[in-house]
């Protein structure tokens, strides 16, 4: 049988935290975790074999031959401090089990307490009655009350009760019922865009991440991208309700085109009289 999860290398901190992540809303999760595991040049270090906890429900096929079953892909890095603060050990997975997804979670933390794991973080997007040219807010949640009262240090709205779907949250109740400590941080994005990236919620949430953290890193390039973003979700926007005008409403006047049939049938009117 093979192992389930395969080391390239295994460091040995002193104490270390976890940043886990899945795709979700906005795949606010991933940009966020993605992003700061490249700044910091965090090295992989090994991953999971997906055979425990994914089962394929279908194939690819190419030039009518069919290929492979293919399995989404969850990776180890580790970034070390250079400070001699706490390490960074990060997960980063492709895809959500299905059915599994307790068994994953329980999974990570074995891995976690084997790395001295002393927090987990998570990220995940906060469905919000706001317009996408306002300025995201960041909410939080922790998994005992000493973290919140660490938590109001920042500039983090604690809204009291909420539900947070898939691993970025389930991960975190797994680690409230094994006592582990654990944070998640959600950014705000508007109702009517879950559908779609949401980089500038993810460069709110990064912000004050990186204040939790105690860690500096360049923003410039995720700033870039939330701008990009801003200005297409805006010419999305303009498209939407052009579209929406020609469909749903109808001019109070008439077109040019029946003026002009209208001038022909006055003039016939005329050389009849």
Request: glycine share 6%.
């Amino acid at each position: 049988m093979k192992k389930i999860v395969n080391f390239r290398k295994e460091p040995r901190p002193k104490a270390c935290d976890l940043v886990a992540a899945w795709p979700g809303i906005g795949n606010l999760a991933l940009i966020v975790t993605r992003y700061l595991r490249e700044k910091l040049g965090a090295e992989e270090i090994g991953e999971i074999e997906p055979f425990t906890f994914f089962d394929p429900i279908g194939v690819m096929v190419k030039d009518n031959i069919v290929e492979e079953p293919q399995f989404p892909e969850g990776k180890f890095y580790y970034w070390h401090n250079p400070t001699g603060k706490k390490d960074i050990l990060f997960f980063i997975s492709d895809e959500q089990p299905t059915f599994k997804g307790y068994d994953l979670a329980n999974f990570i933390l074995d891995i976690a307490k084997k790395f001295k794991v002393q927090r987990i973080y998570t990220f995940a997007a906060a469905i919000a009655k706001i317009h996408h040219t306002e300025l995201p807010k960041v909410w939080g949640v922790a998994t005992d009350s000493s973290l919140i009262n660490f938590l109001k240090k920042f500039e983090i709205v604690l809204r009291g009760k909420l539900q947070i779907a898939g691993l970025n949250g389930l991960l975190l109740g797994v680690a409230r019922e094994r006592g582990m400590e654990g944070i998640c941080l959600l950014g705000e994005v508007p109702s009517y865009t879950t559908r779609i990236p949401n980089p500038k919620a993810a460069l709110a949430v990064m912000k004050v991440l990186l204040k939790v953290l105690e860690i500096e890193i360049d923003l410039n390039d995720l700033a870039k991208i939330a701008e990009e973003s801003d200005q297409q979700m805006k010419r999305l926007a303009a498209q939407a309700m052009g579209e929406y005008i020609d469909r749903y409403t109808r001019p109070i006047w008439p077109a040019p085109e029946d003026e002009e049939e209208f001038e022909e049938e006055e003039d016939e009117e005329d050389e009849e009289d």
